[in-house]
């Protein structure tokens, strides 16, 4: 009840104001130092202007529609003297605060502090990954977390193959079965359509490496600039869906890689 006293006070304060009255109003003063001046813990001199000490807790917004807190003398739009905190997830020791180009602030790790990061595999077996003819991506099981910024996401994903020969697709998404970027954008000229891609050819004779002598394997790699815009994101690794027998996905060959380094 206390504070929404407070709140209709300060509102009726700045009404007036707009309405052109042009004498200072204060609350927990009644001597106030500008157009509207808060004394938050009603110690300041009774006449006079407040000790630089009784200032810590003031509030002042001045003719010039300067707003000061902790000063009731404001050089700016809004001058804070003290210690400020804030707070948007991505705060983080040795964080910088940056903006983009419509002012919006953020936090963000510069890459000089940022490390390269390594994408999640799975740890235990698991059934094969194979395609089923539909329209849906399927979700490799591999997936990567990032900060906020601007990375480089880099993956080699190794598949067997069936008899043919095919152009296979693998993209990233915060999605396990769609086609999805929240909290990430790609930088890349596809944009949204920013994909791996590579030809998969037919057998290769390796006759000690599988039981009956055939191993067909194919190699899809690349690399994708993207920017993660929210303080953390999962990103999924999503295969493309290719008719029945295409090809099979062992998330545990050794060929594999998923990792990103960032670069602003």
């Known amino acids: 009840m206390k504070n929404l006293k407070l709140w209709l006070s300060i509102t009726c ?6 309405q052109g009255q042009a004498q200072n109003s204060g609350v927990n003063t009644k001597n106030p130092q500008g157009l ?3 004394d938050g813990s009603k110690n300041n001199n009774p006449s006079g202007a407040p000790t630089a000490v009784q200032q810590t807790d003031d509030f002042m917004v001045t003719l010039d529609g300067l707003v000061g807190i902790g000063t009731i003398a404001p050089t700016h739009k809004l001058d804070i003297r003290g210690k400020i905190q804030i707070k948007d997830g991505g705060e983080k020791v040795g964080a910088v605060l940056t903006t983009d180009a419509t002012g919006l602030a953020v936090w963000n790790l510069p890459s000089t502090i940022k490390s390269l990061v390594n994408g999640s595999f799975p740890s235990v077996n698991r059934p094969d990954v194979v395609p089923n003819g539909g ?3 399927l979700d490799s099981e591999v997936s990567i977390t990032l900060s906020r910024g601007k990375w480089i996401v880099n993956a080699g994903i190794t598949f067997i193959l069936g008899d043919g020969i095919i152009y296979q697709r693998c993209y990233l998404s915060t999605a396990t079965n769609l086609f999805q970027q929240n909290g990430f954008k790609f930088l890349s000229p596809g944009g949204a359509q920013t994909c791996y891609g590579g030809v998969l050819f037919k057998p290769l004779k390796n006759g000690a490496a599988e039981a009956g002598g055939t191993i067909q394997l194919g190699f899809v790699t ?3 600039i993207i920017e993660v815009t929210q303080p953390s994101v999962i ?3 999503l295969l493309q869906n290719q008719p029945i027998g295409a090809y099979h996905f062992n998330k545990s060959y050794l060929e594999h890689y998923f990792y990103a380094r960032p670069i602003d």
């Open 222 to 224: 690349g690399s994708a």
């Open 13 to 18: 304060l700045l009404m007036g104001a707009m």
């Open 36 to 38: 509207l001046h808060l």
């Open 135 to 137: 329209t849906s991506p």
């Open 235 to 237: 990103i999924h690794l």
